[in-house]
């Protein structure tokens, strides 16, 4: 587990599950990444389930990027290579900026864990407007790995020599909310 996250530094991250089969009794996945995000300071904005389905992963995620307080996506769920699997197709169209790293560095990391299967994933991330968004496997183990090594230690002010926490004020800088 990555450092606790110093006073004044957690940031607001919403979840989303995406799955057919789930519930939010058996949602194990979505259970590890709060539980990781809360034992590590930071404050849940929002948490939701649904079906693999393009439409609603896109609203889904499309309005928590417009709401001025979520900083962080985490989504777990939908990033496999059966038809089903569209989580990455409906978000990717959302990035403003890709950041390649997080999927090659997920995918390095869990060979070691998974081996060759984890070719089947297709985890990745990206800036939305001044929204990063995070996609995870659905499996728990999956979801352990990335927040432990990945993103936690991204979302930790402390973590040397940079880290996406401190680069938030930049981004949200140089994408101001818009008059509606």
């Not at 849940?44 to 393009?54: E, G, S, T, V």
């Not at 997080?102 to 864990?113: H, P, Q, T, Y």
């Not at 001044?130 to 496997?137: E, S, W, Y």
């Amino acid at each position: 587990m990555t450092a606790i996250a110093t006073a004044g530094a957690s940031v607001a991250v919403a979840v989303l599950t995406v799955s057919d089969s789930r519930t939010p009794e058996t949602d194990t996945s979505g259970e590890t990444i709060v539980d990781r995000l809360m034992r590590a300071g930071h404050h849940l904005a929002d948490r939701k389930m649904c079906k693999d389905d393009f439409q609603t992963i896109r609203a889904t995620i499309a309005a928590w990027v417009a709401d001025p307080k979520v900083e962080f996506v985490i989504v777990t769920g939908g990033t496999g290579v059966t038809q089903r699997d569209v989580t990455p197709d409906a978000v990717r169209s959302l990035f403003t900026k890709p950041i390649p790293g997080f999927g090659e560095l997920f995918r390095w990391l869990s060979f070691a864990e998974i081996g060759t299967s984890t070719i089947q994933s297709r985890a990745d991330a990206g800036v939305c407007g001044d929204t990063i968004v995070f996609l995870l496997p659905g499996s728990t183990g999956a979801c352990r790995l990335g927040m432990e090594k990945i993103i936690l230690p991204q979302l930790d002010l402390n973590h040397h020599p940079c880290n996406l926490a401190e680069l938030l004020p930049r981004i949200k800088q140089e994408h101001p909310p818009q008059a509606e």
